[in-house]
C-alpha cells in the first residue's frame, strides 16, 4: 500500500483510474515514473486493498482490458500475482468470479500456483468459478487442476458439485 497520503493521492488514485479503464499507456508511465517502488503489487484502494491487478481484471474482457493484464502481468514477479485484497481474493480469484477467460489464462500462464489458493470463504478458484455460473472458464479451471488435485478436500468437491447443479451448468 501507498503510505503517505499524497503518494496515494499521486501515484494511487490516477493508477486505479488507470487501471478501471485500462488505459495501459498512462498505468504504464506512472509505473515506469515510480518503478524503484515496485507499484504492480501494491494497493491502489485504501478501501479494499486491491492491487492494480485486482482493479483491472474486474473490467469487461475486451481488447483494451485484454491487453492491459497482459501488460501488467508481464512486468510483475510470479509472486505478485499471489497478492490479496481485504477479503482475502487474489486478482485470479476476481477473474473466476467474473468469468474473464482469456484474462485467467494469461494469469495462469505466469503463475500455475493460482489455481489452488484459496479466495472468500476459503474458497478455491474453481469453486468459485462453479458459484457465479462461469461454465468456460469452471471447464478450464478443472482441466487444468485434474492432475493435481492434492490440494482439493471432500468439502471443495461438495461445494463445487451443489454449484454446478445450482447453476445448471451440466447441460451446457
Known amino acids: 500500500m501507498l503510505e503517505r497520503t499524497e503518494d496515494y493521492l499521486d501515484i494511487g488514485v490516477p493508477l486505479y483510474k488507470a487501471a478501471i479503464t485500462s488505459d495501459w499507456n498512462t498505468a504504464n508511465n506512472i509505473i515506469l515514473d515510480s518503478r524503484n517502488r515496485r ?11 486491491s492491487t492494480t491487478l485486482h482493479v483491472a481484471v474486474t473490467a469487461n474482457e475486451t481488447e483494451r482490458s485484454i491487453l492491459f493484464v497482459r501488460n501488467l502481468v508481464n512486468i510483475m514477479f510470479p509472486n505478485e500475482l499471489e497478492v490479496v485484497d481485504a477479503k482475502k481474493n487474489t486478482a485470479f480469484c476476481l477473474v ?11 494469469m495462469l500462464r505466469m503463475n500455475i500456483r493460482l489455481l489452488h ?20 472458464l469452471l471447464r ?4 487444468s487442476s485434474r492432475n493435481n488435485t492434492d490440494q482439493y478436500d471432500d468439502e471443495d468437491w461438495k461445494s463445487t458439485l ?7 451448468l451440466f447441460g451446457k
Open 96 to 106: 473466476c468470479m467474473n468469468g474473464n477467460m482469456e484474462m485467467g489464462m494469461i
Open 39 to 49: 507499484l504492480e503489487g501494491f494497493s491502489v484502494s485504501n478501501e479494499n486493498m
Open 162 to 168: 451443489s454449484n454446478c447443479v445450482e447453476n445448471d
Open 140 to 143: 478450464f479451471l478443472y482441466d
Open 117 to 136: 489458493i484459496r479466495g472468500t470463504d476459503g474458497m478455491m478458484p474453481l469453486q468459485i468459478s462453479s458459484l457465479f455460473g462461469r461454465y468456460k
